[in-house]
């Protein structure tokens, strides 16, 4: 029980679900049942920075657990199966992945790859009856239709959702803390390194600045207000045309409207440092975080004084929370399905739409 | 030489220049020398809240004197000739003060009342041939116009052209201490109040929050970036239509585009208060005022640290400076003459027309 007061003691700001199978989808976990719950044993697909670092905080993990790789690149896999212990039989490549499907040892795969890639790599997880989480992704309504299709979850790597501090702003928004909701702003952006990765090219990235920093303020803007917004308005400048080049966006700023009557300002830029910033204005209060959406400690602060929560490692916090929302049912307090995804990147197909025409789009996120 | 040694101390920001009489308009000033410099003789039209602070601010200063009142309000004339010692040959109502031409005492006229009377009141002032200071003011170039003909100088009230921390800014910008400016963001507004109050009348104040305090991000933006907008984008909010009637408005985001290639993201609003922020980012670091424009003290950072300059009472500070604009043609380090303030008002005009458009308008300020 010690181990299990430990981790009670970790993740604090949620809720423990005792352990309960929902689904025969989830019944090779029983073979994995520990005193601390069921632990969902991920794959991850694509071994790059961002992949390492989730590995590196599932370390941290009581109820996830890094069981498998995919990877096109054999030296990588064998870096990682030395560093992980993981067996060869649950290394895959890009060619032979779909054989994933015969694999007891893993529920679900964590796509880790550029954001163009996604979609078929999503539908080929799915179609081998495996739980999907996913960085962002471009024509996700394939992807949402394909997961259900397959009766697996889709999760979007929404790591925010799960850190404390925000929650904390929630929770007071919920409760009427701030009053009535009329302002947020979000400012997003770092100066983007190397002109040749594929952040920068539109075929791999699918975008600019806006699909890797600027969503942060889409659904920044999105859990911050607590509503999805009805309209938004754009307006794009590009001062170095040679490393951003057409369909790559440098420095797009934006505004949403919400049904509310609260109103969104957001900046999201690969041309500056320094911004990092969520702004929750109401009629009786605010909230400030700063940074807001980095790997953290997360700082922020409401009219009442300092947010104090403890930091914990996001995406240790974000694939316990996912482990039980997948082999538990649990529901988490902002949802990180698919369909959330969907409607990030339908405002960003709005905002896109608003730059070009110069003009306010409504937006129907359904 | 004791009170001078104070007074450089207090207005250790500034650069003391040695009073030389520059024109036969301020000859009269001759009479009022003292070891600081000739001292600017005020009279104070509006005696209402702003123009209670200009006078009190004014005990403070070395080098400007309120010598006279202009109110339609016997009571108050009264109240303040005690509180100031102000003779009674030096009070007028708004039917008899063209008669300030005759007056000796007075060097400049402050007019402190609402927007909407400003064209006619300064245009009076200019053809009296006193010296004018004016808060902000619809329809400026008849006044410029005015103010040329009798060849007086005509000066907004911009007091945050003054400030320490913000002119120790605009040295590190100037110095290319912030490297590239990119992005400046500036937050204005407050819950207003009484609904009956004239800043709620569209004769009266010529607009709403825009014209009031949207403005500070307005001309914030420009002595930030240090360059005159070139577009403008604009989208308006409007909640209560009970207490903003047509014409005047609550909430504005509005968004400039600058020839450097600094874009700006701004928010007006008389509905939220905790906003009063401005933002000022670079490619080699940021600068942050909060508050940025409130009468202070204010307060700030850069990359490098927190501003320490000491705070001086804004009006203060302000006539100090424009008592040497004035006497000893003193050039200030931003400018506060009418051509500037007339181009904060063309851009209140183009965000007007962004929002009634909804596109981009674009800016020629001349």
């Not at 069981?67 to 290394?91: E, F, H, L, M």
């Not at 996604?118 to 989480?133: C, L, P, T």
């Not at 307090?333 to 409504?362: M, N, P, Q």
């Amino acid at each position: 029980m010690q181990s299990r007061r430990h981790f009670l003691q970790k993740v604090a700001a949620s809720t423990i679900v005792f352990p309960i199978l929902a689904s025969a989808k989830s019944a090779n976990a029983v073979s994995n049942m520990t005193p601390d719950g069921p632990v969902l044993r991920v794959a991850i697909m694509g071994l790059g920075g961002y992949g390492s670092r989730v590995a590196e905080a599932m370390e941290e993990c009581k109820l996830a657990k890094l069981t498998g790789v995919i990877s096109g690149t054999p030296a990588k896999i064998k870096r990682w199966q030395q560093k992980y212990s993981i067996p060869d039989k649950n290394c895959y490549n890009y060619e032979n992945f779909d054989n994933i499907r015969n694999n007891p040892d893993i529920d679900a795969v964590y796509v880790i790859t550029p954001n163009a890639l996604h979609k078929d790599q999503v539908i080929r997880v799915a179609k081998a009856g495996k739980h999907v989480i996913c960085e962002k992704a471009k024509e996700g309504e394939a992807m949402v239709a394909a997961c259900k299709a397959a009766n697996v979850h889709l999760l979007v790597g929404y790591r925010m959702h799960f850190e404390a501090k925000t929650l904390e702003i929630i929770r007071m928004r919920n409760e009427g803390e701030f009053g009535k909701i009329l302002f947020f702003q979000g400012l997003s952006g770092f100066e983007i390194g190397d002109p040749t990765q594929w952040r920068l090219s539109k075929e791999l990235a699918g975008g600019g600045a806006m699909m890797d920093i600027g969503i942060y303020s889409i659904n920044g803007a999105r859990y911050m207000i607590g509503e999805d917004p009805i309209w938004v308005t754009a307006q794009e400048t590009k001062t170095d045309t040679t490393k951003f080049k057409p369909g790559v966006d440098e420095t797009i700023q934006f505004q949403l409207g919400f049904p509310g009557g609260a109103v969104a300002s957001c900046l999201s830029t690969y041309k500056m440092n320094n911004l990092d910033k969520f702004f929750l204005n109401g009629s009786k209060g605010f909230a400030e975080l700063q940074p807001s959406t980095g790997y953290g400690p997360i700082q922020g602060r409401t009219h009442k004084g300092e947010l104090k929560q403890p930091h914990i490692t996001h995406q240790a916090m974000q694939m316990e929370e996912m482990s039980q929302i997948i082999l538990q049912n649990k529901k988490p307090i902002v949802a990180v399905d698919g369909l959330e995804g969907l409607k990030d990147l339908k405002i960003i197909d709005g905002i896109y739409e608003a730059v070009r025409t110069g003009g306010k789009v409504k937006l129907s996120l359904g």
